[in-house]
């Protein structure tokens, strides 16, 4: 019943790609065509939730016998939910550690990561690279300060998101398993978002983009933990005063059980 927007955002998603792709996709029937598939389409998070594996499967269908010893490369791109945050950078000041500056940095994923069948940098430019944002470098978040003042707290995001596990960039791991069947898998660590992803996949061949397909993903709440986090989603102050008359009653029952008479 929530998928509506979601629907709306995917067509949106293909659009998208298709522009990116330009005219290497009008070739792409007559070149080579992808097929592909995600182990699980649903990713469910309960109390106990210690992280997962996803199988990211594919072939590539090709009607041109030439082609049949040289399928191409493929790349695949996990996407999870755009986040805002606001990065501050610390100095000493007066012998003081203090917040000196500030940027709030928006369009920022949750989660990313990529997967190659060689180094991205041998499948394609480094233009077409950026234009398509593969690869954790090459993400670009939005601001309001200019370029240069954000490169530092830039770097700053996608270092504390790599240390986290949610920026992962993995070079030459998907595996081929024949001439055109391939397949890889994403690790998502237990402090993932839930929310919705998109697992895209990029055929590439001399350098040239010419299929892409993209999958929807969704990471949701389930169980006991579910009902909690859609109470403090819907009700923010009833659940804030339930946290502290709960947090006040463990104190009281504490205290009772080690209390010395």
């Known amino acids: 019943m929530k998928r509506l927007p979601f629907l709306h955002s995917m067509l949106c998603l293909n659009l998208i790609v298709g522009f990116f792709c330009g005219t290497s996709l009008k070739t792409a029937n007559a070149d080579g065509s992808l097929v592909t598939d995600i182990s699980s389409h649903l990713i469910s998070v309960t109390s106990d939730?210690?992280?997962?594996?996803?199988?990211l499967f594919g072939t590539i269908r090709t009607d041109t016998q030439d082609l049949e010893d040289e399928y191409g490369d493929i790349i695949i791109v996990v996407r999870g939910p755009e986040k805002e945050v606001v990065v501050r950078k610390k100095e000493r000041v007066l012998g003081v550690w203090a917040n000196t500056q500030s940027v709030k940095l928006a369009k920022i994923p949750s989660f990313y990561a990529s997967a190659s069948s060689r180094p991205v940098e041998?499948?394609?430019?480094?233009?077409?690279?950026a234009r398509l944002?593969?690869?954790?470098?090459?993400?670009?978040?939005?601001?309001?300060?200019?370029?240069?003042e954000t490169k530092e707290f830039r770097k700053a995001v996608i270092r504390q998101q790599q240390e986290a596990q949610l920026y992962i960039d993995s070079q030459s791991t998907v595996?081929?398993?024949?001439?055109?069947?391939?397949?890889?898998?994403?690790?998502?660590?237990?402090?993932?978002?839930?929310?919705?992803?998109?697992?895209?996949?990029?055929?590439?061949?001399?350098?040239?983009?010419?299929?892409?397909q993209s999958s929807p993903l969704f990471i949701e709440k389930v169980g006991l933990g579910r009902r909690i986090f859609d109470f403090a989603q819907n009700y923010p102050v009833l659940h804030g005063l339930a946290a502290i008359l709960l947090a006040l009653l463990a104190g009281w029952v504490a205290s009772a059980v080690f209390r010395k008479d």
Do not use: H
């Open 49 to 55: 939730f210690t992280g997962t594996d996803l199988l």
């Open 122 to 129: 041998e499948i394609a430019s480094e233009s077409t690279l």
């Open 133 to 148: 944002r593969i690869g954790s470098q090459r993400l670009v978040f939005q601001s309001s300060s200019t370029k240069k």
């Open 175 to 212: 595996q081929f398993l024949g001439p055109s069947l391939f397949r890889t898998t994403i690790d998502f660590p237990a402090n993932v978002s839930v929310g919705t992803y998109v697992a895209e996949f990029y055929l590439f061949r001399s350098g040239e983009l010419v299929s892409a």
